[in-house]
């Protein structure tokens, strides 16, 4: 078990609905990114938080925007969902500080958009 | 862009048999690879890594090596067990500030009794 926790496990929104996805780092951590994993695809990356501050972004649209906290623990939140934004989505935990860059993922977010 | 070519699925072998996964890889300057695997209804584990050329991750009885020179990072075993079915995951980080990972499409390994 890696010590990075997702919540809500599964969850199930309308097209059109925002949602809000959380995400508490591995203790030591100051890094967390966020991907997602469509239904037999590998993850993509959405972006990724540093010290409270987005520090690189992926092919994504605006409408999918994060947060991160002072405890570095982390929001992902989707605006005007659709159904393509159905998938797995993934929070991974790291350390830039450190020289072993090693990502601990947690086990996700299940999300159905209908 | 970086990028990450995996061989395709799905991948079904009987226990004790031999393993290969093919992994190439696109990118600037001198990334990390991993192998990632993830199990049925979990997230990614990370299975093994290599930092540099020639470097060999090992892990569970699995190994890959860095080669530079054709841009691979295949991952073997000797032999498999029923316990090694999941989806398998080449990935490869860039160097600097911003270590996000970019991952192959996975291929799915079943290895029958």
């Known amino acids: 078990e890696t010590g990075v926790t997702q919540s809500p496990t599964h969850l199930i929104k309308t097209r059109g609905q925002q949602v809000t996805l959380r995400c508490s780092s591995q203790?030591?951590?100051?890094?967390v990114s966020w991907y997602q994993q469509a239904l037999g695809q590998g993850p993509q990356f959405i972006f990724q938080?540093?010290?409270?501050?987005?520090?690189g972004r992926g092919n994504f649209p605006p409408r999918f925007s994060g947060l991160q906290f002072p405890n570095y623990s982390s929001e992902l939140n989707v605006n005007a969902l659709e159904l393509d934004d159905s998938a797995l989505y993934l929070c991974?935990?790291?350390?830039?500080?450190?020289?072993?860059?090693?990502?601990?993922f947690g086990q996700g977010t299940r999300l159905t958009v209908v | 862009g970086d990028s990450v070519t995996q061989m395709e699925g799905p991948v079904t072998l009987s226990e004790e048999a031999f393993l290969t996964i093919n992994c190439t890889y696109t990118?600037?300057?001198?990334?990390?690879l991993f192998w990632y695997v993830q199990y049925p209804g979990e997230g990614l584990q990370l299975l093994l890594k290599?930092?540099?050329?020639?470097d060999k991750g090992s892990n569970k009885g699995f190994e890959a090596t860095y080669r530079k020179e054709t841009t691979s990072f295949h991952l073997e075993k000797g032999s498999v067990q029923v316990s090694d079915s999941a989806v398998y995951f080449c990935?490869?980080?860039?160097?600097?500030?911003?270590?996000?990972?970019?991952f192959g499409k996975g291929i799915t390994l079943s290895v029958r009794p």
């Open positions: 991974a935990s790291s350390s830039l500080s450190r020289s072993d860059t090693e990502a601990f």
């Open positions: 203790s030591g951590h100051n890094t």
């Open positions: 938080y540093y010290r409270e501050e987005e520090n």
């Open positions: 990118a600037t300057g001198y990334p990390s």
């Open positions: 290599a930092t540099k050329a020639d």
């Open positions: 990935a490869l980080s860039g160097a600097g500030a911003n270590s996000k990972l970019t």
